[in-house]
């Protein structure tokens, strides 16, 4: 009766030594696990040397990232029995950890390279952080790295494929810095690659000009003119200038790459726009990521040369004037570690700021309930496992109750004259904007004027700001999208005009839009207009972060995840958008249209009240909304009005 036991023992050890003897050999068993072509904005100059430090990120296979997916979706789905059950941090971990298996593997081909295996790593172990030389990566990654060069002169030592030993190909979902292109911010006065943008010094503003304003309502005919929009105009046009500020749910924003945001700037902008919202400009909190800058201090010459401050002042004024005095954090992240250390190669730091930035905001046991991120660059410029694995971290912040946004871009479908793909047969192509184009989080693009309220256009740029709008050429169409997204499809013949321009089957950007021109920006201790998505962004947060608060008041969770309940029942609640188009690409782009559309979403979250009844209630036709309501200083409700509202929403 023991032989079986034996036999089965033996083959047990006999497996055990055949893989063993497998994985040794497979060590030199290299296939190319990824590669990308450099932009056509970038050229090799040569070599990079063996001797530069490079920060490397290895992204391992997170063992049960589906699983962790049927959350985020059941969770963020106001039709299911879980929807705002949010998961917290060790939950996540544990469903993202990757297996014994991934690790050991992993290790043992550390240590064949003599790569020190005490590693610093992620909470959950899914990431493994490394300062290795450029020689010895080479020869980690059977690649060579090059210095390239930006069209605006800016230097960074990338390759462009790199190779693992076949059989970590399923335990290793990217390492980076290696064939991502991204840049997200501007260093010269070339055009601009990321979501920042001020009007021409030329141009002429007068405040007290009525002429272009067509009242939506008497209070926004007062309040609002569409050549310089102010707090008070935001305020009043999304409906939330009665609202009181209930709890502390605390919401942010992201800085990359040297932008700062300067208290004087703030203070001075509050005191001439929200008096009540002084003490923000100094109770808001900066917290440092990978060496990012906190200055507080004047702005040198190169920094005013550059515009630095625009878009970290725009973004903190905007949150606060609209949401104050819900707490601000703002997060600055440098891309680099305090050991940076300048030199003849990299200048200036390289590093990709994105997973940094995610590393540090993953790790932390509390977050903000809503994220406004600014930047961004065209999709093609990142390979599609870089995509795909910071997409992924996107959707723990969402499975852990946080709503990440994102602005849509600034150039349509695409910057006309740059309109090609980087894959070496410089094909025409419209060119979506990532991290936008990630499922996981929600797309805002911009509209302007107030009756009608429109689609962005401005065209006195070189390259005019349009808003940016169209279909994931990596990402594929999402559940939550498909009726929506099929229909302004099918209303338009699948735009049979731009075939192979675009996939339409990817998914569509934005998600929704807010107000995105002429916003008055206190910089440098003067008033400037600035246009852009990034004005959309940190409006729609705010306006976010206040429903949060109402939520978290009454009892319940914050919204987490958007786009379930968005594209579910919560559109209702946004101002339809049906003029203007994402113009791009020497096209007018993807048009407005009704419901759901290519460059503006569902629209800008116009009802305040609105957005609070169908977030406290949910699908319920509950009266607990009355809890929210004297929370408006607008005199007494009666209860027929209540039932109007229900009736509508």
């Known amino acids: 009766m023991e032989r079986p036991s034996v036999m089965r023992t033996s083959f047990a050890v006999l497996l055990a030594s055949l893989a063993g003897f497998a994985y040794s050999v497979s060590y030199h068993g290299y296939a190319i696990k990824d590669s990308h072509f450099a932009p056509r904005s970038f050229s090799r100059v040569r070599r990079a040397p063996k001797d530069h430090v490079l920060n490397l990120k290895i992204s391992l296979k997170q063992s049960k990232f589906d ?50 295996t005490d590693l610093d790593t992620s909470p959950a172990g899914d990431w493994i952080d490394l300062k290795l030389p450029v020689g010895v990566i080479e020869s980690l990654l059977n690649t060579e790295y090059s210095v390239y060069r930006h069209v605006d002169g800016d230097e960074m030592i990338r390759t462009t494929k790199w190779s693992l030993p076949y059989h ?17 911010k501007k260093k010269s006065p070339l055009p601009e690659t990321f979501e920042k943008r001020t009007p021409e010094q030329t141009v002429k503003f007068n405040p007290d000009d009525q002429a272009e304003l067509t009242p939506y309502t008497p209070a926004v005919a007062a309040t609002c003119n569409p050549s310089l929009v102010t707090p008070g105009c935001l305020r009043t046009f999304y ?64 920094q005013l040369t550059a515009g630095t401050g625009v878009e970290g002042n725009l973004d903190a004024e905007t949150m606060l004037g609209v949401a104050y005095p819900l707490p601000l954090l703002i997060y600055s992240t440098g891309g680099s570690d305090p050991s940076f250390k300048p030199d003849a190669v990299t200048p200036t730091n390289t590093d990709e700021p994105y997973l940094a930035w995610l590393a540090y905001v993953l790790a932390q046991p509390d977050l903000p309930t809503v994220i406004s991120t600014s930047y961004g660059d065209d999709e093609q410029t990142i390979s599609v496992s870089y995509a795909t694995t910071a997409c992924q971290q996107f959707a723990q912040l969402g499975a852990r109750g946080v709503s990440v946004i994102f602005s849509s871009g600034d150039q349509g479908v695409g910057a006309s004259g740059g309109c090609y793909t980087n894959d070496g047969h410089n094909k025409s192509t419209f060119l979506p904007s990532f991290p936008a184009s990630c499922p996981y989080v929600t797309a805002v693009g911009a509209t302007y004027m107030f009756n009608p309220e429109v689609a962005a256009f401005d065209p006195r740029f070189s390259i005019p700001f349009s808003s ?117 690409c020497n096209t007018t782009g993807f048009p407005a249209a009704k419901g759901w559309d290519a460059v503006t979403g569902f629209g800008s979250p116009v009802r305040f009240r609105g957005l609070l009844l169908r977030g406290v209630l949910g699908r319920s036709s509950s009266l607990t909304w009355l809890a929210v309501l004297p929370r408006y200083h607008q005199g007494p409700w009666l209860a027929w009005r209540l039932r109007r509202w229900l009736r509508r929403w």
């Open 168 to 184: 970590l190909h399923d335990h290793i979902n990217t390492i980076q810095p290696t064939n991502s292109f991204m840049r997200v």
């Open 468 to 584: 940016g709008g169209g279909f994931s050429n990596y990402f594929s169409r999402p559940w939550y999208q498909k009726h929506a997204v099929s229909e302004y499809l099918a209303s338009h013949n699948n735009f049979s005009q731009y075939r192979g321009l675009f996939n339409p089957n990817g998914r569509g950007i934005p998600d929704i839009a807010a107000q995105g021109v002429n916003f008055s920006t206190i910089w440098n201790g003067s008033v400037i207009p600035v246009d852009g998505t990034s004005c959309s962004a940190p409006t729609a947060a705010a306006i976010i972060a206040l429903v949060n608060d109402a939520l978290i008041a009454n009892g319940r969770s914050a919204l987490g995840f958007l786009n379930p309940w968005l594209y579910s029942f919560g559109q209702r609640a946004f101002n339809d958008i049906l003029s203007g188009s994402s113009s791009g």
């Open 67 to 116: 699983e962790l997916e049927r959350h985020l979706y059941e969770i963020s789905d106001p039709h299911h029995s879980r929807y705002g059950q949010h998961l917290t941090a060790d939950e996540v971990n544990e469903l993202i950890k990757p297996s014994d298996e991934t690790v050991t593997l992993v290790h043992e081909w550390l240590k064949e390279h003599e790569v020190d």
């Open 239 to 302: 409906g939330t200038v009665n609202y009181t500020v209930q709890t502390e749910c605390q919401m942010a924003l992201c800085d990359y790459l040297g932008e700062v945001n300067l208290r004087t700037d703030v203070k001075q902008y509050l005191e001439m726009y929200r008096p009540d919202a002084v003490a923000g400009a100094d109770e808001f909190k900066q917290v440092s990521i990978a060496n990012g800058t906190v200055q507080q201090t004047p702005l040198t010459e190169a």
